[in-house]
């Protein structure tokens, strides 16, 4: 072989070896996906006794699953699903007694009071320096606040 049929061997097997890698990415990626959809439809099939809220805790949870279209009992890590957990759990500790424990009793997730305590320090980090956070959490709080003026009238 010469030096010059040589090189383009050495081409053609970078080329492939490069197709190779990108696709195993793709593949990766769309693996993940799938297992992410698996783990919610599995959720929503066998659901657990959910333990049981009163109104205002319901509505809190329905409001933050309706603003970020998921569902907070999934036990799930993608980031709608984490900031919605991070607003009820913050929600639930500024305006009720509940301890930390209580409140990561109130999801299927099943949290300890150590997540809890990290959501909320998360949270505090994110208002100051995520603005897309904070813009979202302004917006549940105000559909919230709305919700108990019409309620309250």
């Known amino acids: 072989m010469t030096t010059t049929e040589q090189q383009i061997e050495e081409i053609k097997f970078k080329g492939l070896y490069t197709t190779t890698l990108r696709e195993n990415k793709l593949l990766s990626a769309r693996v993940t996906k799938l297992n992410s959809e698996i783990r919610i439809l599995q959720s929503k099939l066998n659901k657990e006794v ?88 302004e917006a549940i709080m105000l559909e919230l606040n709305s919700q108990n003026e019409t309620n309250g009238n």
């Open 50 to 137: 959910k333990t049981e809220l009163s109104a205002p805790l319901q509505k809190i949870k329905d409001a933050i699953n309706t603003y970020f279209n998921v569902d907070i009992d999934v036990k799930i890590r993608q980031g709608n699903y984490v900031r919605g957990r991070v607003v009820y759990y913050f929600i639930l500790r500024s305006s009720t007694s509940m301890s930390y424990r209580d409140i990561g009793d109130t999801l299927n997730t099943r949290h300890d009071h150590a997540s809890i305590i990290h959501a909320i320090n998360n949270h505090h980090d994110w208002i100051e320096y995520d603005r897309t956070y904070k813009r979202d959490f």
